[in-house]
């Protein structure tokens, strides 16, 4: 799974460079979009935006690795559900027969809008993640009063998930070296991952204690107001941006009141 | 000076009949290097967690008496963030300390700072020289996840010292680690020692235990069994079997001679001693 990047890439770019709340301010807005809009073309309009700022970020290509790893499943399996089912549907049209089933025509668009959906949504926390380096990011949630605990939780997950990656790897490796089968037809791998969950999860919940402690002894409760290690300084370009977020988002509510 | 005083401490984890510490009593003076030694299950980490004050604030238990003050404050009337500013802890498993704040050791290590708001322009100086200090200097912009087990935990011990407590605690901090890491982590305490803190380290390295330590104490049971100079302790094979230790090589080769009545003066406890000793015997 190593080729699945699920945290920060160090690049020099100007995606990079962005202070991380224009970057904030952008999965806001797409966070808007996703809860209240049903444009199909809008959500489109959004992925290749994103898509764009990823290239723009140097980081294309391991974003579209890990969009179509994540996103792929999901597409397929709305399209599926909605194609085959129609379950919001109403007209009965069929886009084309196969034997005794049928694909409404209604059920696949739903189920193209649905994943296209999605894929906006990850897409932008995807960016996100992939260009912000994760310091950076706790300090300037920090100053617009996130609590610092929130900012520390969301930033080791972060980083726990790609501990976790590896960790399970090891496993499987050790696991495989002792006769595991790891290769084959999908539910005889499949099958072979079950024994995998208890070492991991187990290793997991032990490590959680002594994480606490360490937490705890180095101040994690403490009271005292906090302070950073870095200074995040928002430069012209990023309040425009945060601003230009800002517009965008009243203009699309504006749109929905009227029309 | 004392720093740590246990006035007949007993502690008491939920889900188990017996007491878990029962009436521990004793000081430890600024500046000592103390070895903790005793069975698995006799109550170390317990004894460790209560100078923490983990015991009482973050373990499931209870305090069935006593007290143990630590530099002047009652554990139990103190929050382990207080404690924090004169106690550090490392333990056993160098991966499990990283707190998973920083993608760099030098984040890592500036965590604490960042908790206990130390101003930004003190933390660059003491990040830098706690990072001499352990000699990782060099390795600051590293992930603290991709370095050696040793290098890790000194990654751990930079943390907690950057803190600047009086004393700091090792719960078997070698344990995961190769020859090599842990002659890196005690000659790096030796040296912290030198500087000042007091060290409370568990460990069953009896031959580190020898070369550093100014007394050993022996847990069994959750009682002290035994408190005295390594000497003493090291060189009584009997109470140390009694107590499911096992003695170090060189003091069973003393004894093995001393039965044939070879061996005239005090077992040994490291191999300069047993060197001096076969010399006599040759002679
Ligand atoms: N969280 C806990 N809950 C209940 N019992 C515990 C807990 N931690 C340790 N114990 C028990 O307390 C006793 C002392 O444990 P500990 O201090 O960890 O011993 P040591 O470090 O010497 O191996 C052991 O019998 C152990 O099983
Ligand atoms: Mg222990």
């Given at each position: 799974m190593?080729?699945?990047?699920?945290?920060?890439?160090k690049?020099?770019?100007?995606?990079h460079s962005l202070?991380p709340l224009?970057k904030?301010s952008?999965?806001?807005?797409v966070v808007?979009?996703?809860?209240?809009?049903g444009?199909?073309?809008?959500?489109?309009?959004?992925?290749i935006?994103?898509?764009?700022?990823?290239f723009?970020?140097?980081?294309?290509?391991?974003?579209?690795?890990g969009?179509?790893?994540?996103?792929?499943?999901?597409?397929?399996?709305?399209?599926?559900?909605?194609g085959l089912?129609?379950p919001f549907g109403?007209?009965?049209?069929?886009?084309?027969?196969?034997y005794?089933i049928?694909i409404?025509l209604e059920?696949?668009?739903?189920?193209?809008?649905f994943?296209?959906?999605?894929?906006?949504?990850?897409s932008?926390?995807?960016l996100?993640?992939?260009?912000?380096?994760?310091?950076?990011m706790?300090?300037?949630l920090?100053t617009?009063?996130?609590?610092?605990?929130?900012g520390?939780l969301v930033?080791?997950?972060l980083?726990?998930?790609p501990?976790?990656?590896?960790?399970?790897?090891?496993i499987?490796?050790?696991q495989?070296?002792r006769?595991?089968?790891?290769?084959?037809?999908i539910?005889k791998?499949l099958g072979a991952?079950?024994?995998?969950?208890?070492?991991?999860?187990?290793?997991?919940v032990?490590?959680?204690?002594?994480?606490?402690?360490?937490?705890?002894v180095r101040?994690?409760?403490?009271t005292a107001?906090?302070?950073?290690?870095?200074v995040?300084n928002?430069?012209?370009?990023?309040?425009?941006l945060?601003?230009?977020?800002?517009?965008?988002?009243i203009?699309?509510?504006?749109?929905?009141?009227?029309? | 000076?004392t720093?740590?005083?246990?006035?007949?401490?007993?502690?008491?984890?939920?889900?188990?009949?017996?007491h878990?510490?029962?009436?521990?009593n004793?000081?430890?003076k600024?500046?000592?290097?103390v070895?903790?030694?005793?069975?698995?299950?006799s109550?170390?980490?317990?004894?460790?967690y209560s100078i923490?004050g983990?015991?009482?604030?973050?373990?499931?238990?209870?305090v069935?008496?006593?007290?143990?003050?630590?530099?002047?404050?009652?554990?139990q009337d103190?929050s382990?963030?207080?404690?924090s500013?004169?106690?550090?802890?490392?333990?056993q498993?160098?991966?499990?300390?990283?707190t998973?704040?920083?993608?760099t050791?030098?984040?890592?290590v500036?965590f604490g700072?960042?908790?206990t708001g130390?101003?930004?322009s003190?933390?660059?100086?003491?990040?830098k020289?706690?990072l001499?200090?352990?000699?990782l200097?060099?390795?600051?912009?590293?992930?603290?996840?991709?370095?050696s087990?040793?290098q890790?935990?000194k990654v751990?011990?930079?943390?907690?010292?950057?803190?600047?407590p009086?004393?700091?605690i090792?719960?078997?901090?070698?344990?995961?680690?190769?020859?090599?890491?842990?002659?890196?982590?005690?000659?790096?305490?030796k040296k912290?020692?030198?500087?000042?803190?007091?060290?409370?380290?568990?460990?069953?390295?009896?031959?580190?235990?020898?070369?550093?330590?100014?007394?050993?104490i022996?847990?069994?049971?959750?009682?002290?069994v035994?408190?005295?100079?390594?000497?003493?302790?090291?060189?009584?094979?009997?109470l140390?079997?009694r107590?499911?230790i096992?003695?170090?090589?060189?003091?069973?080769?003393?004894?093995a001679?001393k039965?044939?009545?070879k061996?005239k003066?005090?077992?040994?406890?490291?191999?300069?001693e047993?060197?001096?000793g076969?010399r006599?015997?040759?002679?």
């Amino acid at each position: 799974m190593a080729f699945l990047k699920t945290n920060y890439i160090k690049k020099d770019s100007v995606i990079h460079s962005l202070n991380p709340l224009v970057k904030f301010s952008w999965v806001s807005l797409v966070v808007v979009l996703f809860l209240f809009s049903g444009s199909m073309t809008l959500f489109i309009v959004v992925n290749i935006i994103i898509l764009l700022l990823a290239f723009l970020g140097k980081v294309g290509r391991d974003f579209i690795k890990g969009l179509v790893f994540m996103i792929g499943p999901i597409f397929l399996f709305s399209l599926m559900i909605h194609g085959l089912f129609n379950p919001f549907g109403i007209s009965e049209e069929v886009l084309f027969s196969f034997y005794t089933i049928n694909i409404s025509l209604e059920g696949f668009y739903y189920g193209l809008f649905f994943g296209f959906k999605i894929s906006a949504l990850i897409s932008v926390f995807y960016l996100f993640i992939l260009t912000t380096y994760p310091g950076r990011m706790v300090t300037s949630l920090r100053t617009i009063g996130f609590p610092h605990k929130l900012g520390f939780l969301v930033n080791a997950t972060l980083q726990i998930v790609p501990l976790m990656l590896r960790e399970a790897e090891t496993i499987i490796d050790a696991q495989r070296a002792r006769g595991l089968e790891t290769k084959g037809s999908i539910t005889k791998r499949l099958g072979a991952y079950v024994p995998l969950l208890g070492p991991i999860v187990l290793g997991s919940v032990m490590k959680v204690y002594e994480r606490t402690i360490a937490l705890e002894v180095r101040g994690f409760s403490s009271t005292a107001d906090k302070t950073s290690l870095y200074v995040e300084n928002i430069t012209l370009t990023d309040k425009l941006l945060i601003a230009l977020s800002v517009v965008l988002l009243i203009i699309y509510v504006v749109f929905r009141v009227i029309g | 000076m004392t720093v740590i005083e246990f006035k007949d401490f007993k502690w008491h984890y939920f889900e188990r009949e017996e007491h878990d510490l029962q009436g521990v009593n004793l000081k430890i003076k600024k500046g000592e290097f103390v070895g903790l030694l005793g069975p698995s299950g006799s109550g170390k980490t317990a004894f460790c967690y209560s100078i923490m004050g983990v015991v009482p604030h973050l373990s499931q238990g209870r305090v069935k008496g006593g007290k143990v003050i630590i530099d002047g404050l009652d554990t139990q009337d103190s929050s382990i963030g207080e404690l924090s500013s004169r106690v550090g802890i490392i333990m056993q498993s160098p991966k499990s300390q990283l707190t998973g704040a920083g993608l760099t050791i030098e984040e890592e290590v500036a965590f604490g700072l960042e908790n206990t708001g130390v101003p930004r322009s003190e933390m660059g100086k003491r990040i830098k020289s706690v990072l001499k200090r352990v000699g990782l200097y060099e390795l600051r912009k590293r992930s603290p996840f991709e370095v050696s087990g040793g290098q890790m935990q000194k990654v751990g011990i930079a943390s907690v010292l950057v803190l600047e407590p009086k004393i700091l605690i090792l719960d078997e901090p070698t344990g995961y680690l190769d020859p090599g890491g842990t002659e890196a982590v005690f000659s790096l305490v030796k040296k912290l020692n030198n500087q000042g803190k007091t060290i409370i380290i568990v460990t069953h390295k009896l031959e580190y235990l020898a070369r550093y330590a100014d007394r050993i104490i022996l847990f069994n049971n959750g009682r002290v069994v035994r408190d005295g100079s390594p000497q003493e302790i090291l060189s009584d094979t009997k109470l140390l079997k009694r107590n499911k230790i096992d003695p170090l090589p060189v003091t069973l080769l003393g004894e093995a001679l001393k039965k044939k009545r070879k061996w005239k003066q005090e077992l040994p406890i490291t191999v300069k001693e047993a060197v001096e000793g076969l010399r006599k015997v040759v002679k």
